[in-house]
């Protein structure tokens, strides 16, 4: 994903205007929730993805991984859409995509989303190496991690007897990452495809609000509070980064600001109109790039995913999820 972080002081002065109304985030008093999350079943869901090999746009690799994701949320008792579309690259390429969308007790009406996108960046640009440049990204972080942990979240779900008072939205973003730094636009088009669907279903149960997850399981991950989220749903950033201190995880949930970044949340805040925040890592000190050293180059993969960063993640959804009222 060819994100951009924009740090402007505008949007931090917006903050105070925009994001707080219809979130109507609940959250009972410090209480740890017990349920595990499991980190190695995570990780064995990350690997799984990249098995099938880079998962770039109308690539076979990416048709049969798709297939998996589906049975797999199937298998956890969720209800399963595909919303297939044929997008149109930046490059005028088009592009076979297809938004997963596994629904946990969709009979209800309070409802929280849960995305990230699942498609390959077919350019390993960020590469050190030139020769790297026309290769394809494995995409075991950028891409992988976010539909491995919600993968686990589903089946933690429907191990549990007990169901939780409110529905799940879980969305499988797909064409993310076939994007140019020089158009914004050109990123996140199945994003902005299920978000213009979505607003033209007035009868549609609409989340609460929403999380993104991108890049959630590299090696020393900190996940600063975006600025956009801090724009559009401060109370869900306040909600979750709280969450993870309760669950005891706020080393990897620092309270200071990041930047702004293009991506998914963009088009589910502004079209879809759900109030969303992008859990994202930000390396202020990466010399490669402000979202790791493997971000866009060949080695974004399985060596380079850690369990640990997995479990601090899946975890404080967990802690988020279960205290829902």
């Known amino acids: 994903m060819k994100k951009t972080i ?51 746009m109308n690539s076979e690799a990416h048709e049969l991984c798709g297939q998996w994701i589906v049975e797999k949320f199937r298998s956890y008792g969720m209800e399963v859409t595909e919303q297939r579309a044929t997008l149109m690259g930046f490059d005028d390429t088009p592009l076979q995509g297809n938004n997963i969308i596994a629904r946990y007790q969709p009979q209800l009406s309070n409802r929280i989303l849960l995305c990230a996108h699942w498609d390959s960046r077919p350019w390993a640009d960020n590469d050190p190496d030139p020769a790297n440049h026309t290769k394809p990204v494995m995409a075991a972080n950028d891409g992988a991690s976010g539909v491995a942990v919600m993968l ?44 213009e669907t979505f607003k033209q279903q007035p009868s549609a149960a609409k989340p609460r609000y929403g999380i993104l997850l991108d890049m959630v399981g590299g090696f020393g991950a900190r996940f600063y509070q975006e600025r956009l989220s801090l724009h ?42 759900i109030p969303c925040i992008d859990i994202i890592p930000y390396y202020p000190d990466c010399m490669e790039s402000s979202f790791g050293p493997t971000w866009h180059t060949i080695n974004d993969d399985m060596q380079h995913i850690d369990r640990g960063t997995l479990k601090a993640v899946g975890q404080t959804l967990i802690q988020v999820l279960y205290t829902e009222k």
């Open 6 to 56: 924009i740090m402007l002081t505008a949007l931090a002065m917006m903050t105070a205007c925009g994001g707080s109304k219809g979130t109507n985030t609940k959250m009972e008093s410090e209480k740890v929730v017990t349920t595990a999350f499991d980190a190695d079943s995570c990780y064995a869901f990350c690997a799984k993805q990249c098995d099938f090999g880079p998962r770039t």
């Open 232 to 273: 559009y749903a401060p109370q869900v950033v306040e909600r979750v980064w709280k969450s993870a201190s309760i669950a005891g995880y706020s080393s990897f949930f620092p309270q200071e600001k990041g930047g702004g970044i293009t991506d998914d949340h963009g088009p589910v805040n502004e079209v879809a109109g």
């Open 152 to 195: 686990e979240v589903a089946r933690v779900l429907c191990a549990d007897t007990c169901r939780l008072p409110i529905g799940i939205d879980f969305v499988c973003f797909d064409a993310e990452d076939w994007g140019t730094e020089d158009v914004s636009e050109s990123w996140a088009l199945g994003a902005q495809y299920w978000s």
